[in-house]
């Protein structure tokens, strides 16, 4: 299949974890905008968009420009951008070619560096986050003043990135909807039209209030080991893992070759290890270096020279940290955004 360590990707799984999320939405009557960050592949894109999804959501100028060469018509760019003249060229570019591109926007000073683009904005909150973003209360004289410099306020959105914590996630989701439902209420009291209300994470997916009319989880396409441990998803969902030689035995212990740089180095305080092994839920992933990963396994211990699969932390470090997916189908996808990070 490949020289390991390598991604491999079990496209039946990551097709039904589409379709489940797909549907939900549906059910729910709410738009579904896939963060296409966590696969940056437009193979992936495109089944995401013939499930339904009703755009992509990106985080980079980058990410934009290989979804939009891959047909993508309908794109966000989920952060605050601070534009210089060379981006303000390229959003052009992109939006010349007919892609609908909407910008996220948390000041007034980045929001008259995208005056005159024909792009739209959304004016980002902090929902419990505490990353980027303006508290609720800001957003209707916020929106007001982006509106003045000419630019189309599309509406509000946040990311309850706060969900990723044990049992976080229907709290996340409840000051997201208080939130969303406050901006849109102050964004109405300025004069303000309100398309969009834009939320959702892979952890606080199922307890989304009534407020958002779009979603935009990224992780729930392939699953990851963080997923697994909040309680968000089973083994059985996981479509995505490391596949990684067992190179030693050393300590009595599981020594492979997929380490930081196949894995990415993500651990949560709450994180039982450096991601878990597939098949095998009691073995702890107890030390990564670069090229190492150090597993305590239970029983005996698997053959020198067989492989592991390896579930990420976080798949989306895993991603940018490898040049393609082997398919359990057969063939190979690349991970053609892969270090588009401006």
Request: glycine content about 12%; proline content about 4%; some cysteine.
């Amino acid at each position: 299949m490949g020289q390991t360590p390598y991604l491999r990707l079990d496209v039946a799984r990551m097709e039904a974890n589409l379709a489940a999320a797909a549907h939900s939405c549906a059910q729910a009557g709410v738009g579904l905008r896939p963060h296409a960050k966590t696969h940056k592949c437009p193979q992936i894109a495109e089944r995401q968009l013939a499930a339904g999804a009703v755009g992509l959501t990106v985080a980079t100028i980058g990410e934009a420009e290989v979804f939009a060469g891959d047909g993508a018509r309908d794109l966000f760019i989920g952060y605050p951008l601070w534009v210089d003249e060379a981006d303000r060229s390229r959003l052009a570019a992109l939006t010349a070619t007919g892609v609908r591109l909407t910008i996220g926007c948390d000041s007034v000073e980045a929001g008259t560096r995208l005056a005159g683009l024909d792009v739209s904005v959304l004016v980002e909150l902090d929902s419990g986050h505490h990353r980027s973003g303006v508290p609720a209360e800001r957003a209707g004289e916020l929106a007001a003043e982006l509106s003045e410099l000419g630019l189309d306020v599309a509406g509000a959105f946040t990311f309850p990135g706060h969900s990723y914590s044990p049992g976080a996630g229907a709290t996340a989701a409840e000051q997201e909807t208080a939130a969303l439902a406050q901006a849109r209420d102050e964004l109405r009291s300025s004069d303000v039209e309100t398309r969009v209300l834009s939320g959702g994470s892979t952890p606080s997916l199922a307890y989304s209030g009534t407020v958002a009319n779009e979603l935009r989880p990224g992780v729930y396409v392939f699953g990851d080991a963080q997923q697994v441990e909040l309680g968000t998803i089973g083994f059985d969902q996981v479509a995505l893992t490391v596949i990684s030689t067992v190179v030693s035995h050393a300590g009595g212990r599981v020594i492979c070759d997929a380490g930081s740089k196949a894995l990415g180095a993500d651990r949560a305080a709450w994180a039982t290890g450096y991601g878990r092994v597939l098949d095998v839920p009691d073995a702890r992933i107890v030390a990564l270096s670069e090229h190492h990963t150090t597993i305590e396994w239970p029983g005996a211990l698997p053959g020198l020279g067989s492989t592991v699969a390896i579930v990420p932390n976080h798949a989306c470090n895993a991603v940018n940290l490898n040049e393609y997916y082997q398919l359990s189908s057969g063939g190979r996808w690349p991970v053609a955004a892969r270090g588009r990070n401006n």
